[in-house]
């Protein structure tokens, strides 16, 4: 017999099958992963809290969810990886031992060879991929998905966790945007302390000699006004009679009192010292 094997042709239709089944086995992990840690994420009130405070931004917005089906395709990717696939066994002892013999050795042109392929063409023709492969798997997958996407719904819509509950999240939020804008720098004093009595400055406290005063600034009642430059204006004299100064005595303080009182009084500073 010139050629490839008749055999391999049905062969190849159950690998088919059997690798149609696990790419849906990987694809309803992924779903059941991705739900679940959505599902997590809803108690926690992550989602409620990104749809709360970035609703105008999309992507920050959906952040838990594309995070949760990103995590969940890894974690489906993993498993896929870790478990070891073999499509031989699923034939059963003897027809699996025989399947793989003629498989290994499909590019000889043997009389057992030929005999074996013979064989195995009549029965692998026979067997349907339902008889091999076990819907079980599948069935549990989806029942599984959809209790948690029924709990997801269910979480999505309750309003247990309400964003403004979550004051750490908010807090958290807080520091995040603070860390991305550019602190400005403190403002130096451009003049050393000023110690001669001057007010301007520190509008809450005076040094004066080197002692500090508590000050209270009343604002008053009207608008206030600021202080402005103004030209200066030439203002108009008029000269007076240039006259001849003289000296005028000053009045002695008993002159002023009156006549009748001036003994009295000069009688009370001269008794007062002696009382002294």
């Not at 600034?217 to 203002?235: C, F, M, Q, W």
């Amino acid at each position: 017999m010139k050629g490839p094997y008749e055999f391999l042709q049905q062969l190849h239709r159950l690998m088919e099958a059997y690798a149609r089944q696990e790419r849906i086995i990987w694809a309803m992990n992924a779903a059941i992963l991705s739900t679940a840690a959505y599902a997590l994420a809803e108690i926690v009130g992550l989602p409620a809290f990104t749809d709360f405070y970035y609703q105008d931004i999309f992507i920050i917005a959906k952040l838990p969810a594309i995070i949760c089906i990103l995590a969940g395709l890894a974690g489906a990717t993993l498993i896929k990886r870790r478990k070891k696939t073999d499509f031989f066994p699923l034939l059963g002892p003897q027809i699996s031992e025989m399947a793989r013999t003629a498989y290994d050795n499909q590019e000889l042109d043997t009389l057992p060879m030929q005999k074996l392929a013979a064989d195995l063409k009549v029965i692998l023709a026979g067997i349907r991929p339902s008889q091999i492969l076990d819907s079980r798997r599948i069935k549990f997958r989806a029942a599984a998905m959809a209790a948690l996407l029924l709990a997801a719904i269910f979480l999505a819509q309750s309003e247990s966790a309400v964003p403004t509950d979550f004051q750490s999240l908010a807090d958290l939020r807080e520091k995040a945007l603070s860390a991305f804008e550019e602190q400005k720098p403190e403002e130096k004093d451009a003049q050393p302390r000023n110690l001669s009595g001057n007010l301007f400055g520190n509008p809450s406290l005076a040094v004066l000699d080197e002692n500090k005063i508590e000050l209270v600034l009343d604002p008053g009642t009207g608008a206030g006004s600021l202080p402005r430059n103004v030209k200066p204006v030439e203002r108009v004299f008029t000269k007076s009679q240039a006259g001849k100064a003289a000296a005028v005595p000053s009045e002695l303080y008993i002159e002023s009192l009156p006549p009748e009182n001036r003994e009295i009084i000069k009688r009370y500073f001269t008794i007062l010292p002696e009382s002294i």
